[in-house]
């Protein structure tokens, strides 16, 4: 069930706060914009008690307190584990002296996948794990992309996102087209992040920055529509930065406002996502969502170093990580992918960690 989350709802103390990724602050300012990572942004509730040693009996009164200011009679973490049989990493290659951190993965034909990474690489692995070739964006000086996305036909799209326009290659890294140009117009961008496809071939490409919005286009790459707009209000964002498109509805990762929002696709605003009695999921800067098996939603959680398991009607139905460098851990994760028609594998682009993860869940035998 999808309802709008109004003053009624659980408001939980200020805890600590998400900071932007890093280096997005930074660029942004050098093209004269705004920081609006900066602005208004909604604690994270339900985090770690920290400080010096105390006793029991302090301890205790203090989550007591804690659990009469949020108002909530279940904590988020008291969910179900997402039940996962075996975890491994895929290296990403080095650039150089350095190895880079990855950001967005995309599955593709005949099971290969596809990462981008902080060098601007796009690295094409094959089912066993191993680089079977990659290459790199046309320009990078002023930044790298952050996301791609595979289409049904294998043309792979990154939306460019310091260039402010969206390329689409063929499977082997040959530009075939692009569109767009900086601008707060239909048809151009202030850093493009994320783009899907519907089941027409229409394209929504989202955007933050000072547009903070999700543009239509038609295959050819004609605009036809935007919307939201900057704000913490239903059907605005703060940063969108992740989607997914499933059964005429768009799901947006809305990322700085720590929720999911559901659209139409002409834009209608429908809600946004909670389980059937108006709870929120508790999301923490969720950065990327995908399709999991059975229509179930996966989103990756940059400040929660976490992958979380939703159902369609809002309802947390798993949880898998916590923050870290160890095993079953993430560090700032921006990307997520899955077979959603195979066993339910996962790839996360464990950024911090520069790693790529690959989560086999029970009953996936791959």
Same mark, same amino acid.
């Given at each position: ?163 402010? *326009?969206?390329?689409?290659?063929? =499977? +082997? %890294?040959?530009? &075939?087209? !692009?569109? #767009?140009?900086? /601008?707060?117009?239909? @048809? $151009? ?116 170093? *976490?992958?979380?398991?939703?159902? =369609? +009607? %809002?309802?947390? &139905?798993? !949880?898998? #990580?916590?923050? /870290?460098?160890?095993? @079953? $851990? ?37």
């Amino acid at each position: 069930m999808l309802r709008i989350r109004t003053s009624s709802g659980c408001l939980c103390p200020k805890s600590r706060r998400v900071a932007p990724p890093p280096t997005l602050c930074a660029s942004r300012e050098r093209e004269g914009l705004p920081c609006r990572d900066r602005l208004q942004r909604k604690s994270i509730a339900l985090g770690g008690v920290a400080g010096e040693r105390t006793s029991a009996g302090r301890l205790l009164v203090a989550l007591a307190l804690l659990l009469v200011l949020c108002g909530c009679g279940g904590a988020p973490n008291q969910v179900a584990s997402i039940r996962i049989r075996h975890t491994r990493v895929w290296r990403v290659l080095p650039d150089r002296a350095r190895i880079p951190a990855p950001r967005g993965v995309a599955l593709g034909l005949e099971g290969e996948v596809y990462l981008l990474d902080t060098a601007a690489r796009v690295q094409v692995y094959g089912p066993d794990g191993e680089v079977r070739r990659h290459w790199r964006m046309p320009e990078s000086e002023v930044g790298s992309p952050e996301d791609l996305t595979a289409l049904p036909d294998g043309r792979i799209v990154v939306p460019d996102t310091h260039y402010h *326009r969206v390329i689409t290659f063929d =499977r +082997d %890294g040959v530009e &075939l087209a !692009r569109f #767009g140009e900086f /601008g707060r117009e239909l @048809g $151009q961008f202030i850093y493009p992040v994320c783009a899907v496809v519907d089941d027409e071939g229409n394209m929504f490409v989202c955007e933050y920055g000072s547009n903070d919005r999700i543009q239509k286009f038609t295959p050819d790459g004609v605009p036809l529509l935007a919307f939201g707009g900057f704000g913490t209000e239903p059907g605005r964002f703060q940063r969108p930065s992740g989607m997914v498109w499933l059964d005429g509805r768009l799901y947006v990762a809305d990322a700085a406002n720590n929720r999911v929002q559901v659209f139409s696709g002409d834009g209608g605003f429908v809600g946004v996502m909670t389980d059937p009695s108006g709870l929120s999921p508790a999301l923490r800067f969720p950065y990327d969502i995908t399709l999991g098996p059975e229509g179930r939603l996966l989103v990756v959680e940059w400040g929660g170093g *976490r992958v979380t398991e939703l159902s =369609r +009607d %809002g309802t947390v &139905l798993g !949880r898998y #990580g916590t923050a /870290g460098a160890g095993d @079953g $851990q993430f560090s700032t994760p921006w990307g997520i992918e899955c077979d959603s028609s195979g066993g339910g594998r996962i790839w996360v682009a464990d950024t911090g960690n520069r790693r790529l993860v690959v989560l086999d869940r029970e009953g996936d035998r791959g």
